[in-house]
RNA sequence: UCCCCGAUAGCUCAAUUGGUAGAGCGAGCGGCUGUUAACCGCUAGGUCGUAGGUUCGAGUCCUACUCGGGGAGCCA
């Protein structure tokens, strides 16, 4: 018999006989007809189970079946029919069910059938993807990573792998996580006393990396249109429900290109995800919005059916003035928005996604283009209703003067990046790109209230158990 | 890292002014039913986060630590 996919047998016309292989989620006995059972069995293809109608003449009826508990692992051999009970079209009548793997002590089983807190499952994070909601989160999570890649695909973006491990402190953006092969025991010293990082693996100090744009950066003045997808590292002691120590981001970079080309590459590129996310996972997100956050389905509607708002960061300041609200931490051109300054004006004042631009230079990286005003520079920050920041990105600083002046003025170190200065001096050209962090992402389309609920196993501070 | 809150059964919580622990769910057994958040009955299950302290007596009060949650900072 043909092994068919739970989510491709729920679409199936009745008749066939087909075996399924899954965990059951609930069993439910009756002592009709002689005595048979209701399995419910899933195995993550899609959101629903698909109910399985066991009756007593099976040969292990009363020594298995009736003893199956939530989580144990079958095989299903059995006619595809349509339901004689309410809540599902389809059922399998079984002829065979082979049971594959036992839960051994059903009452310690961390996933049983009922409700548990998400900070409960964190614990158990082996087991909690099989649960209705992390096993949507998986596969919203992948859903929205295969439409990134096609949105780039079809528009000629190539996918650049841009190193892991670096031995620059790129842009002195955040704490790094130290690679080091020295025993930390009895570390190498040089004369003067300080540790000898010559001696370290790569002949001097390297990170885990924290982005992945200044490498992609030498690709995109090549290749045109490039991104990353990967994993980048941060050492912050960060504890909160947006904040991961290891995360993907997504970071396109396009050439020949100004930062209103960067805003409508960063609008388009969600648009496009969040369409394929509602018309691909119907059912995740129709679970989404029943249990988790009412709203997830509008705000995504939102977000495809409606243009984004773009204001500098001179008016968005402008806007929090004459707004007449009492903020925590007063707003005054040059300083950074706050959390609650942001909130205001996505969740409150305008009611969607923003995108803020040129900000003062002295809050941003060393590599964002300076414009004609002298004060401020050519970056972008897009902020969501719910989650804040979403999108970082600005133009670059193609000008070698202008990006050696501040260079100087920040104190980086000028030989570390003589390698990006070079890309300045060899046929520079105007580019910009962002980096999109795709688990906060996946927070906005799901609603899922804590960030360390849609990445499979979170890494935190004091957090990196599995 | 800072502020606030919390930690009691497998899970979620309750326990009056300090007097040595209860419920719901889950689990096991039985009953009923083409069932589906099933329903009814019975049963088992706890070194009250850890270490000290106050007290005749601490789940309850005090201190430290660990872990978790909410908010803030940093950012994606």
């Known amino acids: 018999m043909a092994w068919v996919k739970i989510a491709d047998a729920l679409r199936a016309e009745p008749g066939r006989d087909i075996t399924i292989k899954g965990w059951i989620r609930t069993r439910r006995d009756s002592k009709a007809d002689g005595g048979l059972s209701f399995l419910s ?11 399985v109608v066991a009756r007593g003449d099976l040969t292990n009826y009363d020594s298995e079946i009736t003893t199956l508990t939530t989580g144990c692992a079958v095989e299903v051999d059995g006619r595809l029919v349509e339901s004689q009970g309410k809540g599902q079209s389809v059922e399998i009548q079984a002829s065979a069910v082979r049971i594959v793997g036992w839960v051994e002590n059903p009452e310690t089983y961390p996933a049983s059938q009922k409700r548990h807190t998400f900070e409960y499952l964190r614990e158990v994070a082996h087991l909690r ?79 885990l990396t924290v982005s992945g744009q200044l490498n992609v950066e030498s690709f995109c003045l090549a290749l045109s249109r490039v991104y990353t997808f990967g994993p980048t590292f941060r050492a912050e002691n960060s504890n909160t429900s947006r904040h991961l120590s290891e995360f993907w981001m997504i970071e396109p970079e396009i050439a020949f290109a100004d930062l209103a080309d960067n805003a409508q590459l960063a609008e388009d590129l969600l648009k ?35 243009p984004f708002r773009r204001i500098t960061y001179t008016d968005a300041i402008a806007e929090l003035e004459k707004s007449g609200k009492n ?52 970056a972008m920050d897009v902020l969501a209703p719910g989650i804040g920041e979403i999108i970082g990105g600005s133009q670059r600083e193609e000008r070698l003067d202008r990006l050696d002046a501040r260079i100087d003025e920040m104190g980086l170190p000028k030989e570390q990046y003589w390698w990006y200065r070079d890309l300045r001096r060899y046929g520079t050209v105007p580019h910009a790109g962002f980096g999109l962090g795709l688990e906060r992402f996946v927070q906005f389309c799901t609603g899922m209230a804590n960030i360390r609920d849609v990445i499979p196993f979170p890494r935190a501070p004091r957090q990196a158990e599995f």
């Open 41 to 51: 069995v899933h195995d993550g293809t899609c959101f629903d189970p698909i109910q």
């Open 129 to 207: 993807t099989r649960t209705n909601t992390f096993g949507a989160v998986a596969r919203v999570r992948h859903t929205i990573c295969a439409a990134i890649h096609r949105f780039f695909d079809e528009r000629t973006f190539y996918y650049v792998h841009t190193p892991i491990i670096t031995a620059s402190d790129a842009e002195g953006a955040g704490q790094m996580f130290r690679v080091s092969t020295l025993d930390l025991l009895n570390l190498p010293r040089r004369d003067d006393g300080q540790i000898d990082f010559a001696r370290d693996f790569f002949g001097k100090q390297s990170y």
């Open 272 to 306: 496009h995800v969040c369409d394929d996310l509602l018309t691909g996972r119907g059912d995740d997100m129709a679970f989404f919005e029943l249990r988790i956050d009412k709203n997830v389905i509008t705000r995504l509607r939102a977000i495809i059916d409606k």
């Open 327 to 378: 903020f925590e931490f007063p707003v005054s051109w040059g300083a950074d928005m706050q959390s609650e300054h942001e909130r205001y004006l996505t969740e409150e004042r305008f009611k969607q996604p923003l995108i803020v631009t040129d900000y003062p230079k002295d809050i941003k990286a060393f590599y964002m283009r300076m414009n004609d005003d002298g004060k401020t520079v050519a």
